[in-house]
């Protein structure tokens, strides 16, 4: 149940950055749970791979371009999913930013860990 309310919450954080940033669109609520969901699995699956390649780079820029590694994964998905778009890698970076804050703060505040 708490997974179930944490993949809504996301969806709902999804549509807000949508909202907010005029580079970013969602065509409605379903395709931001679809969205929502494939962002999760991208970030569980290749995301890890990726942070390990690149940590010479992360070393270098102190962390940084975990940023940009978010925000690449985040303009693929906008890429490839039908519904949810991406407009350019910049607007990845910064929803994905965005993205990130709002979904924990929805989380945060709304689900007792407890």
Do not use: E
Not at 8 to 30: R, T
Not at 45 to 55: G, S
Not at 75 to 95: E, K, N, R
């Amino acid at each position: 149940m708490k997974l179930l309310l944490v993949w809504i919450l996301n969806a709902l954080a999804l549509l807000a950055v949508a909202y907010l940033l005029p580079n970013i669109h969602v065509a409605s609520f379903l395709t931001a749970l679809l969205a929502a969901f494939v962002i999760g699995s991208v970030n569980v699956l290749i995301r890890p791979l990726l942070v390990i390649l690149t940590l010479p780079i992360t070393v270098l820029t102190l962390g940084l371009f975990i940023l940009v590694i978010n925000g690449v994964l985040f303009y693929a998905v906008g890429q490839w999913l039908q519904g949810f778009h991406v407009d350019t890698l910049m607007a990845g970076i910064v929803g994905a930013v965005l993205y990130s804050v709002l979904s924990w703060l929805l989380t945060a505040t709304l689900i007792d860990d407890k």
